[in-house]
């Protein structure tokens, strides 16, 4: 059932794509205010953390709606004359995109349910997030630089994507006009 050549991306894929960067190049820098953040401004930082947690709360839940739309809608066609070298460069892209964008939040997670400092993950400051393990300093102690290896791989995958659009529509691609408007 799924459709490799639509004319465009639906206006769901278009809106869930931009969303889903600002979020992530919005939540990136604020990972690294909410650490800066000191001790004595506490409920600054208690609040800036909750808003990380909930803003990659989002960004998984977004991820899964654009792969189950992508499932039923397909992606359009490729640019026209597209070489095949990039195509197939952009695929890969792609997929390790999709990848860091379930993978950093999922680290995130972790992350704080491992951490020594045992601080609830509300929702929206509303839903408590159970966390599923338990304080371990050795795995807080992994996952946290691992988590901000893969969140900076995110950002720079993005960014890298992002210029590589902007270049392809300098020289006359029709790709970002079609990801910003529509077929």
């Not at 808003?51 to 026209?80: F, S």
């Not at 929702?123 to 966390?131: D, E, F, G, R, S």
Request: contains cysteine.
């Amino acid at each position: 059932m799924r459709n490799e050549r639509a004319e465009g991306w639906s206006r769901q894929q278009r809106r869930l794509h931009w969303w889903m960067a600002g979020l992530i190049f919005g939540t990136f820098p604020l990972g690294f205010v909410m650490v800066a953040v000191p001790l004595q401004a506490l409920f600054a930082k208690f609040l800036l953390y909750q808003l990380h947690k909930t803003i990659g709360i989002v960004v998984l839940l977004l991820v899964a709606a654009r792969l189950g739309l992508r499932a039923v809608r397909g992606r359009p066609a490729w640019e026209r004359g597209l070489p095949d070298w990039q195509r197939r460069c952009a695929a890969a892209a792609h997929a390790l995109l999709y990848g860091l964008m379930i993978a950093t939040p999922v680290l995130g997670y972790l992350t704080a349910a491992t951490a020594p400092a045992q601080v609830p993950t509300l929702y929206l400051l509303l839903v408590n997030i159970p966390h599923v393990v338990g304080v371990d300093a050795h795995w807080f102690a992994v996952l946290r630089p691992v988590h901000l290896a893969a969140a900076v791989l995110l950002v720079g995958l993005a960014g890298g994507h992002a210029a590589m659009a902007v270049a392809h529509h300098v020289r006359g691609g029709d790709t970002l006009a079609r990801m910003w408007r529509g077929a």
